[in-house]
């Protein structure tokens, strides 16, 4: 099992530019989250999809967009980078109330 | 405001002795708690978790406590070893609203052979 991938790895973006941030499991999760960390900030969820078809608003969700296209996949879409999204972004997935499984994270760098 | 806290943003430790990190919170809701590990450039990691009606969760070196009336929960890692060293989170959440997990700044920890 792969677990919860994650791409791109690194990415350097233009202010104004969008992208979107790819997430995959494959451990059949009901559950998948998207954060962003951030020096002396901790981890910090930006959305959450509790079963296909469902997403929710975090706790930082301006500026992102979410796509929970099946089971398996929840994506994250910047529509219109802004160097305040400069970050580390994490996808990660859950099954019930069990810890969750955590990707190995996107740098992303707004110029 | 940051419901959960790591006030000590590094702590260093020999190799062979214990290690306790801190983590406070200000929300009464919280019903459990989490500690993950994170390596550089990985994702965290799952460590030990602690139930509200608890006041101790043992997993081999790792022994979390949590003190409800101080909203105080601590880590302690003994014997501590240099493959600990990492950066610690504490996460909080309630059972009724359990996707939205709080999480802690974190805490370097090294250990020094």
């Known amino acids: 099992n792969a677990g919860v991938t994650q791409t791109p790895k690194f990415q350097v973006l233009k202010t104004g530019q969008s992208m979107t941030l790819q997430c995959a499991q494959d451990m059949n999760h009901n559950s998948m989250y998207w954060y962003r960390q951030d020096p002396g900030m901790g981890l910090r969820l930006i959305y959450y999809s509790a079963s296909e078809g469902t997403t929710d608003k975090g706790e930082v969700p301006n500026g992102y967009n979410v796509s929970r296209l099946n089971k398996r996949e929840f994506s994250l879409r910047l529509e219109s980078a802004a160097p305040s999204q400069t970050s580390v972004y994490f996808c990660a997935s859950r099954l019930g109330y069990n810890e969750q499984f955590f990707g190995p994270g996107t740098r992303l760098t707004v110029l | 405001d940051q419901q959960v806290k790591q006030n000590s943003p590094s702590l260093s430790v020999q190799e062979g002795r214990i290690s306790i990190l801190n983590c406070d919170y200000t929300n009464s809701m919280f019903d459990y708690f989490l500690w993950y590990k994170k390596y550089p450039a990985e994702g965290p990691t799952f460590l030990i978790s602690?139930?509200?009606?608890?006041d101790k969760n043992e997993d081999g070196r790792f022994t979390v406590f949590l003190n409800k009336s101080a909203k105080h929960l601590s880590l302690h890692i003994v014997p501590s070893q240099p493959g600990d060293s990492a950066v610690y989170f504490c996460a909080a959440g309630t059972k009724t609203s359990y996707d939205k997990v709080i999480f802690g700044p974190g805490t370097s920890l090294s250990v020094i052979p």
């Open positions: 602690i139930s509200s009606i608890k």
